[in-house]
Every structure is written in C-alpha cells, then in structure tokens.
C-alpha cells in the first residue's frame, strides 16, 4: 500500500470519528495544496458573480468562494452525501450568499444512486465501478438546466464529481449557450471518466464545441494544454481551467 493510500485512509478515519479536528487540517491542506486554483479564482471572480459549486463536499470551498464573491454575489452548492451535506450546512449556514442542493449533478433530473466510499468521503460516485463493493444509497439527481432559470446568468462552475464531469455539462447546456462569458474550472481524471463509461476526449471536444479555450491551472499560472500529455493511469489527474475564446489569457 503506498504512502498516499495510508494517509487517506487514516484522514478517512479522522473525519468519521474526529472531524472538528478533521475540518481544520483538511482546509490548510487544500489551501497549500490548491493555491493555484484559488490564485486563478481570485483573479475570475467579482462582487456580485453567481457560482455553481458543484460537489461541494463539506464546505472548504464553497466558503472561499463566498468570501470571493461578496455578500452581492450568490454561491450554488451541490453535494449528495448525506454524511458530507450535513457538514456542509454546518459549515456555511452563516452565510447568506451560499444556497444547499443535496442532489447529484448530472445530465438529467430524477431519482438516482450514490456509490458511497467507506474508504474515502471525497470520493462518491454516481456511477458503479466493475468490481467495486460500493454501498448504493438513494440520492436525487438535477441537471444545471433544470435548476437555473432561463436567462439567468452564471459567471463559473467549479467541479470535482470523480469522472462524472461530461454528463453534467451535457445537462447544462443551455446554460453554457445562454452565459457565453462563462468560466469552468474542472477536474480533469481520464481514468474515472473512462470508468464511467464515457471517453476523456468527449469532454475536451465538447469545450471545443462551446468554443472555449483549455488551459492547465500550474503554480506558474495558467499554460496551454496537450492531448498528447494525458495519462490514463488512476493516479493521474489535473485541474482545467475552460474560458471562452473571446476572453483574454489569464497569466
């Protein structure tokens, strides 16, 4: 078992039976370890943008991006553990400009299923793995075009659902047409997508076909991205950064 397993699951057992001393570890790491993430969305972010935070997990970002909206601004969090929502709620229940859906994201809305990890709490999955003895556990699915508005405007949506990315934003289609300045800050994992049935590449050409840009989110700042860097081993993920053909190169 290699060190990184060993830490996760020992950070596994320190949220489910320790979390208050859970919740301020895991902050500081994802504050050193997504520095760059939360760099580029100081930079993207204004008084007053609408955001989808999509797999909002226990909250660590959906504060963040509060706070980097403003109490004008207005924060969407989705998340379907009931184990991380209740978290969640604690977490950001004091702040005014963040609104709780327990629900999956995905490319339809209806009654659906999550694959809980009793392994590890950020990864749930709405699809089943071959193989896996995941625990499914009712859980309701909405698609981002059911649950905005027409015409309503969304400046980002930032996810991180485990390889689930291209059915949620083949529900939010009409959203993405409908905010052509929108940006996306996506978790980008060949391998859980392949393991939930869809090709990596469909989701790059589907950014291709908005006409949006693709970019590596690095400590550097933001650098162009290759196909022809992409890895298919499971321990091989990256953080896109898509924004729109228009929009300038943010450095």
């Known amino acids: 078992m290699s060190t990184t397993s060993v830490l996760r699951r020992a950070a596994n057992k320190v949220y489910q039976h320790a979390f208050p001393i859970y919740r301020p570890l895991y902050a500081a790491y994802k504050t050193y370890a997504d520095r760059a993430e ?17 797999g909002a997990n226990v909250g660590i970002y959906s504060e963040f991006l509060s706070h980097s909206v403003g109490p004008t601004g207005l924060v969407h969090s989705f998340e379907p553990s009931p184990d991380n929502f209740s978290r969640l709620s604690a977490a950001t229940g004091r702040l005014s400009n963040v609104q709780l859906t327990q629900a999956l994201v995905g490319e339809w809305s209806g009654d659906w299923k999550l694959y809980v990890s009793d392994r590890l709490n950020v990864d749930h999955r709405a699809y089943k793995v071959d193989g896996d003895s995941r625990r499914a556990v009712p859980a309701e699915m909405i698609a981002l075009d059911d649950y905005f508005k027409p015409s309503q405007r969304v400046d980002l949506i930032k996810m991180d659902i485990q390889g689930y990315e291209l059915y949620a934003l083949r529900g939010a289609q009409r959203v993405l047409r409908e905010n052509p300045d929108i940006n996306l800050l996506l978790e980008f994992w060949p391998a859980g997508l392949e393991q939930a049935g869809v090709n990596w590449e469909g989701l790059l050409e589907m950014l291709e076909g908005l006409n949006m840009n693709v970019a590596l989110v690095q400590t550097c700042g933001l650098v162009p991205f290759h196909r022809r860097d992409v890895r298919i081993d499971a321990s091989w993920y990256v953080n896109l950064f898509a924004y729109p053909e228009r929009g300038l190169m943010i450095v």
């Open 38 to 54: 939360r760099a580029l969305l100081r930079k993207i972010l204004f008084p007053g943008a609408v955001v989808a935070d999509v």
